[in-house]
């Protein structure tokens, strides 16, 4: 069993940053840690991933370049930075566990936290 909190979601302006966390417990925690959102009549979408044993990263598109996922191995975290945010990037936000398989699908992950709203502010 594994499981995912993330926390530090909120209400912030267009152009701000805020970062995201993921703490991580249980026996195993998969092969990778994504972070997805969703936003209300939207599908969940693929915002970046990254592996808890390698240097593999990987993002969205519509996030490259402004999103900068990383990791401390020693306290199980998962972080989020997001710069420059946009009123697009308002929706929950969830971070959850992968065995493998395309990290940018919804269906290589097996386990989900319960989301944490980020809500930008134009």
């Known amino acids: 069993q594994v499981q995912l909190v993330e926390s530090g979601g909120g209400l912030v302006q267009a152009g701000d940053s805020l970062r995201l966390s993921c703490a991580a417990s249980?026996?195993?925690?998969?092969?990778?840690i994504g972070w997805f959102r969703q936003a209300p009549g939207k599908e969940r979408e693929f915002v970046a991933a990254i592996s808890w044993s390698t240097s593999f990263t990987d993002y969205g598109e519509s996030v490259e370049g402004r999103f900068t996922i990383s990791r401390d191995n020693a306290k199980n975290m998962v972080y989020l930075q997001m710069n420059s945010l946009k009123p697009e990037a308002t929706a929950v936000y969830y971070c959850?566990?992968?065995?493998?398989?395309?990290?940018?699908?919804?269906?290589?992950?097996?386990?989900w936290g319960q989301g944490t709203q980020v809500t930008v502010s134009s």
């Open positions: 249980g026996r195993t925690f998969g092969s990778y």
């Open positions: 959850a566990a992968s065995r493998g398989g395309s990290t940018k699908l919804a269906r290589s992950y097996y386990y």
